[in-house]
């Protein structure tokens, strides 16, 4: 793993003192700055440059990521956000991106999350270290957030004492965002209504943690993996286990499966479950699962449906590439090839599917190299890890449900601590 760090840089006040005080605690780490241009306002350019030009004299490494097709939409632009700022440390091969939200970030977002439906498990909120939100590019990064103890205010504080300059987006005013109302009318700081939510929030990624490693371990045991990118459940032992504990791992296994960006919803989770139950044949999420309970790619997703709702899913690479398909592989294409669900397709001679269900084969993954002209392609039907084609089925189980850590290298308390020794320095 390369010792690099990288940061989100909009060059507003949270950033801008995270940017110094990265600085100050890894003084011999090539940093990078990732600047995202969302281009929803006309002076959105000339701030990139300026912010790229003030990290660039702090001695970080500066990157404007543009947003193509910008829409103000508070939801759309952070999904844009967290896609830009993972390609862009997949790029690098950073493994570790630091973002400058506070205590005050947290308390909006749960204050948020409260009032919407979904049990307790909407208040885990943010932790200091989670897994990218995106999928497959955040794969294998970690976001780190040094001050999420630290106020808002403090980080002001601490750029006033160094005499930073930093830029205030004016849509942090604009009350027509929920976060913004949501400021405009903050709980008063350290009091019982503050104190109340954190400690609930705090309870709830308790309980979400041991939930997770209790799927896990229920997975382990009840769910094998087939080498074309299924897996077989054992309805007898899922059955057996406390209900939190199978949702949590059906959902789990559906987003392993699947290759799916967004989460199933919990009644889709919960309908695969009591199909499984059942011995049951059901389509939900982007997965299939037979009655048998072997789970799959769900053909239709991959293959185009006939109303239009999916279209077919298709990477073409030329030699030397590296692509992903599906959100369940990673191919390295050592000549020209196109990557495709096999579909109706006769599988190559030298193939037999008779360990694969009837329902799920037309899902199956296929690498065609050469002229598509009948007679002159060659057909790959890889069905496991070669030299040049990899699942992601268990990295996508594992980052789900696992604790996500820092590389050992880290310190995640050394900026935080920067910036209290600094303020508590006298004038």
């Known amino acids: 793993m390369s010792e690099a760090l990288a940061l989100g840089f909009s060059g507003g006040g949270d950033s801008t003192a995270l940017l110094h005080a990265l600085r100050a605690a890894f003084p011999d780490l090539t940093l990078h700055a990732l600047i995202v241009d969302h281009q929803l306002r006309p002076e959105s350019a000339t701030e990139a440059a300026d912010s790229a030009d003030y990290a660039r004299s702090l001695g970080a490494e500066p990157h404007i990521l543009r947003w193509t097709a910008p829409r103000k939409n508070q939801a759309a632009a952070r999904q844009a956000r967290h896609r830009l700022l993972a390609g862009a440390c997949e790029g690098l091969g950073v493994h570790l991106l630091c973002l400058g939200h506070t205590l005050d970030d947290r308390i909006e ?32 990064l970690t976001v780190a957030r040094p001050f999420l103890e630290l ?15 930093w830029i205030e987006d004016s849509s942090n005013e604009d009350a027509q965002y929920e976060r913004v109302q949501l400021r405009q009318k903050a709980y ?23 939930l997770r490693s209790a799927a896990w371990r229920l997975v382990e045991r009840a769910v094998s993996w087939t080498p074309w990118g299924g897996a077989r459940l054992n309805a007898d032992m899922v059955s057996l286990a406390a209900k939190p504990m199978a949702l949590r791992a059906m959902e789990a296994v559906m987003l392993a499966v699947s290759g799916e960006a967004r989460t199933p919803s919990p009644d889709g989770v919960e309908a695969c479950l009591k199909a499984l139950e059942a011995r049951e044949a059901h389509t939900q999420s982007g997965v299939l699962l037979t009655a048998d309970g072997v789970m799959g790619r769900d053909p239709g997703a991959v293959l185009g449906r006939a109303d239009g709702g999916a279209a077919p899913v298709v990477l073409e690479l ?28 006769s599988p190559p001679d030298d193939v037999s599917l008779a360990d694969v269900p009837q329902a799920l ?17 060659i057909v790959h039907l890889p069905l496991g890890d070669t030299d040049n084609w990899s699942l992601l089925c268990m990295t996508r189980l594992r980052r789900w449900l696992l604790p996500c850590d820092a590389p050992a290298w880290f310190d995640g308390d050394k900026s935080a601590l920067h910036i209290r020794s600094a303020l508590a320095k006298t004038v």
């Open 109 to 140: 977002t749960l204050r948020m999350r409260a009032k919407r439906e979904g049990g307790w498990r909407t208040l885990t909120g943010m932790t200091r270290f989670d897994a990218s939100p995106v999928w497959p590019e955040g794969r294998e």
């Open 151 to 165: 106020r808002r205010a403090e980080l002001r504080d601490y750029l006033n004492r160094i005499e930073a300059r």
């Open 188 to 210: 008063p700081p350290g009091g019982p209504a503050e104190h109340g939510l954190l400690s609930l929030s705090d309870q709830s990624v308790d309980a979400e943690r041991l």
């Open 318 to 345: 030329q030699a030397g590439e590296v692509g992903l398909f599906d959100g369940r592989f990673e191919v390295r294409a050592e000549t020209a090839c196109r990557v495709e669900a096999l579909g109706e397709r």
């Open 361 to 377: 084969r037309q899902s199956l993954t296929m690498m065609t190299i050469g002229a598509r002209a009948e007679g002159d392609e």
